[in-house]
């Protein structure tokens, strides 16, 4: 049996707010607002209850024919109206030049192409400009021009070398996107040794959309390889680019944004705070600015990446004070945002708001967060983050001195952590500190256990394969709170 089609229904679920809202403004069609609205009602398609749901509704009768009437028709308003404006302009342009070819009127038909060749050419468009080729090769063919002809042939030339520079850019960061997946190292190596880091224009390049390609693969490729430095200079040159450009944020507002977000993780990981605050300040400047007016969800995506840097910048420089006063920030945000923000970052907000509390000696407001975190995805297969939320919760209801519930959860959390991987020697050696905490009676002894733990997570804090606990879980910090109070 066929199965329905979904592709209208994963559409409308993909359009803003806006884009419904223009649909429902210039789509001249009830029958087609009608289908649009019953189908927005259903969270997944269900083409069979829908139908059941509204036997009587004009869209019923030829259900198919209106389905696809509608979806074409969503298709033809959106992309003329939110298409680019200057890729626009030009497609008119060559329609404008096909019918005066048709008309014979080649004077004027020349006239129009030399303007959108200018403009191909200005701003790297390739693609219509081989369209405006092809018309112009018609009209030659008609006036007989000579040394236009020559021209033309080394204009069709250039342009062809010039798509197929950017094409080989383009291949270049595919790969490196596929070695950076599949954590290829050795390909990711050579793919820098191509692209001759750190050379801020590949001498490869022939055009700026094949520079900007090749940036990319090249910051992708040295972030893969560990080389944030590379990673930063490439990123830092990328956005320079777009901002010397402007077009180009207006025509990719959301390739400048996932730039300027690898840039500003690029920063931190080089503790460069002074260009961390100066890129978030740039991002947090975006909703005002009109080339990003259509970018879906800026307002909770800017919320988020500032945060997450803001935060974990200052739990890093040990400004915990200031840490703290993010968290109102990050529950009014939360709530704000809870449609736009995707469960997975809505968890590691949460658990960095559980981790800044905990830093700060907030045992209870951390968790409180904590056990939020545990209900959220009590469900949930054992994950990497679910076993810092579980060492975290060990930690808190220990602060707290629940001794009878730490008898249980010890043994359990260990256990479950066991089922995802083997435990790392810091985690042993917190699990085997919390029970003989608990086993001991005499203060003194207890004393002596947290000044030997200090020296140990101090040794452990320096070890590659421990460095990832301890950027989650501040144990540093906690330990320290713990001898501070002897």
């Known amino acids: ?58 869209f019923i009768k030829n ?5 696809q009437m509608l979806y074409e028709g969503i298709l033809e308003l959106l992309s003329r109206s939110f298409s680019n404006p200057l890729r626009r302009e030009i497609d008119q342009g060559i329609q404008n030049c096909r019918f005066l070819l048709q008309k014979k009127q080649y004077k004027a038909c020349q006239s129009w192409l030399k303007r959108i060749k200018k403009s191909c050419q200005k701003n790297e468009l390739y693609e219509q400009m081989l369209e405006v080729l092809r018309i112009e090769k018609q009209v030659l063919a008609r006036t007989n021009n000579l040394e236009d002809t020559e021209h033309h042939l080394w ?26 997946l599949h954590k290829k190292e050795s390909l990711a190596a050579s793919a820098v040794r191509d692209l001759k880091l750190p050379a801020i224009k590949s001498k490869e390049a022939t055009s700026l959309r094949a520079t900007m390609l090749n940036l990319q693969a090249t910051a992708t490729a040295a972030f893969t390889n560990g080389q944030k430095a590379e990673a930063l200079e490439c990123n830092a040159a990328l956005i320079k680019l777009f901002e010397e450009h402007p077009r180009l944020i207006k025509a990719e507002p959301e390739r400048y944004l996932a730039i300027l977000n690898n840039y500003l993780i690029d920063c931190f990981e ?39 840097i803001e935060a974990n910048m200052s739990l890093l420089a040990e400004e915990y004070e200031v840490a703290l006063l993010l968290i109102p920030q990050i529950t009014d945000g939360l709530e704000r945002y809870k449609r736009d923000i995707a469960p997975q970052h809505k968890i590691t907000l949460s658990f960095l708001a559980a ?15 904590v056990n939020m975190l545990l209900e959220q995805n009590r469900k949930a297969p054992m994950s990497e983050f679910k076993s810092y939320v579980r060492l975290l919760n060990l930690l808190l209801h220990f602060e707290l001195n629940h001794v009878k519930m730490l008898e249980n959860l010890i043994p359990s959390s260990r256990r479950q952590i066991r089922s995802l991987r083997a435990l790392l020697e810091t985690e042993k050696l917190i699990y085997t500190f919390l029970q003989n905490h608990l086993k001991e009676p005499s203060l003194s002894k207890r004393k002596h256990l947290d000044l030997d733990l200090r020296e140990r997570l101090l040794a452990l804090s320096k070890e590659p394969s421990q460095q990832r606990l301890f950027s989650h879980i501040n144990l540093l910090r906690w330990i320290e709170l713990r001898v501070s109070k002897h």
């Open 355 to 369: 981790s800044i509390l905990f830093a700060n000696d907030r045992q209870e407001e951390s968790l409180d967060w």
């Open 270 to 308: 080089l503790s460069k705070f002074p260009e961390v605050r100066l890129g978030i300040e740039k991002l947090k400047s975006t909703p005002q600015q009109k080339a990003f007016a259509k970018v879906k969800g800026l307002e909770a995506r800017v919320f988020r990446q500032s945060l997450l």
């Open 155 to 180: 204009e069709s030339k250039a342009c062809l070398a010039d798509l197929a520079n950017i094409d080989d850019a383009w291949q270049r960061l595919m790969k490196t996107y596929h070695t950076q």
């Open 1 to 58: 049996m066929k199965t329905a089609s979904a592709d209208l229904h994963d559409l409308l679920m993909a359009l803003t707010a806006s884009e419904r809202r223009y649909v429902r403004l210039h789509l001249a069609s009830p029958k087609g607002l009608g289908l649009m609205d019953a189908m927005l009602k259903q969270k997944n398609y269900d083409e069979s209850a829908l139908k059941k749901k509204h036997p009587k509704a004009s």
């Open 63 to 67: 259900f198919s024919l209106n389905k």
